[in-house]
């Protein structure tokens, strides 16, 4: 088992431009969620998709978009990325939304942005 | 902010147990108290969790309050490969406060 991988691990962006953080999980988890992590910080939640079909927003989702593809898959867009949205990108997944579960988490994606 | 409070660092000898505390005095009644940690230059690890009961497995144990507005991440004899930034989270906030970063020393 692979886990939970993303795509891509760096990324160098333009402020304006946009992008899509890939994200897949092959342990069947029917919860997916996107974090950032900034500099010395712990992480703070973006969106998450209790089950495929459902998304919602967590604690920063100002400026970003999500899309549960599949069961399998999470996708994070940036429209129109900014430096304030440099950052360290993790992906997380769980069996389920309840507490009872645990996450499990990629290995980041670093985007910085000038 | 998060809702658990934690200490900024700790340290520990190797080979010596090692208690992270973490406090969350406005925990409800349903919120699970997870423990990850993270690697430098790695997304965070799950650790163990609990809901009221103390809770052990090959990692670590955890102890929790009486009054589940406290809990402990028990190391039972640190390594260097220990050392890391400790984060304790009420798993139906999810939300990462800075965490404790413990050095451990050879």
């Known amino acids: 088992n692979a886990g939970v991988t993303q795509t891509p691990k760096f990324q160098v962006l333009k402020t304006g431009q946009s992008m899509t953080l890939q994200c897949a999980q092959d342990?069947?988890?029917?919860?997916m969620y996107w974090y950032r992590q900034d500099p010395g910080m712990g992480l703070r939640l973006i969106y998450y998709?209790?089950?495929?079909?459902?998304?919602d927003k967590g604690e920063v989702p100002n400026g970003y978009n999500v899309s549960r593809l599949n069961k399998r898959e999470f996708s994070l867009r940036l429209e129109s990325a900014a430096p304030s949205q440099t950052s360290v990108y993790f992906c997380?997944?769980?069996?389920?939304?309840?507490?009872?579960?645990?996450?499990?988490f990629g290995p980041g994606t670093r985007l910085t942005v000038t | 902010d998060a809702k658990t409070t934690q200490p900024n660092s700790m340290e520990s000898n190797e080979e010596e147990p090692v208690h992270l505390p973490c406090n969350h005095s406005?925990?409800?009644?349903?919120?699970?108290i997870h423990w990850y940690r993270q690697l430098p230059s790695q997304g965070p690890e799950y650790v163990i969790h609990g809901l009221t009961s103390n809770v052990n497995n090959r990692m670590a144990s955890l102890a929790i309050a009486e009054d589940r507005k406290s809990s402990t991440l028990i190391l039972h004899r640190a390594t260097l490969r220990d050392a890391a930034v400790y984060y304790c989270i009420l798993r139906g906030d999810m939300r990462f406060g800075a965490g404790t970063r413990l050095t451990v020393k050879p």
């Open positions: 406005t925990i409800s009644g349903t919120d699970y």
């Open positions: 998709s209790a089950s495929e079909g459902t998304t």
């Open positions: 342990m069947n988890h029917n919860s």
């Open positions: 997380a997944s769980s069996e389920a939304p309840s507490g009872f579960y645990e996450q499990y």
